[in-house]
């Protein structure tokens, strides 16, 4: 049994969704069509410090993201702490709707340069 609603499956003997308190019928929900993304680029680095502020100021804007290459960086050695010829930098990329917002937030720490990204933010100051 399914609750056509939210789609969970009920053992023999229900009849209506706790959470729905709608009907149960015999036949699966179908998956919902999951239209394809199109992800852009924003960030491209091997400095943890730029990876972890790229991360929390996307975060704090709320722009969904998603990161390629972090974890196979730990397979090889040195990889987190220079760069790995084998697995390249780490890839931060957002859906393309979000792109422009992620470029402005990111600004010049988008290249994975930490040190470029805070001689902008000191140029900017008064």
């Not at 390629?68 to 702490?81: A, E, K, T, V």
């Amino acid at each position: 049994m399914y609750c056509p609603e939210c789609g969970l499956e009920y053992r023999e003997g229900f009849v209506t969704c706790v959470d729905c308190e709608v009907p149960l019928t015999d036949v699966a929900p179908a998956e919902p069509a999951h239209p394809d993304v199109q992800l852009v680029t924003v960030f491209e680095g091997t400095d943890p410090g730029a990876l972890a502020l790229a991360e929390s100021l996307l975060l704090e804007e709320k722009i969904p993201y998603s990161k390629r290459f972090d974890q196979i960086q730990d397979l090889f050695g040195m990889g987190r702490l220079s760069f790995n010829p084998l697995v390249g930098p780490v890839v931060i990329q957002v859906p393309e709707e979000h792109a422009e917002a992620a470029h402005e937030v990111l600004g010049e720490l988008r290249h994975g340069n930490l040190e470029a990204a805070d001689e902008s933010a000191e140029a900017l100051e008064p």
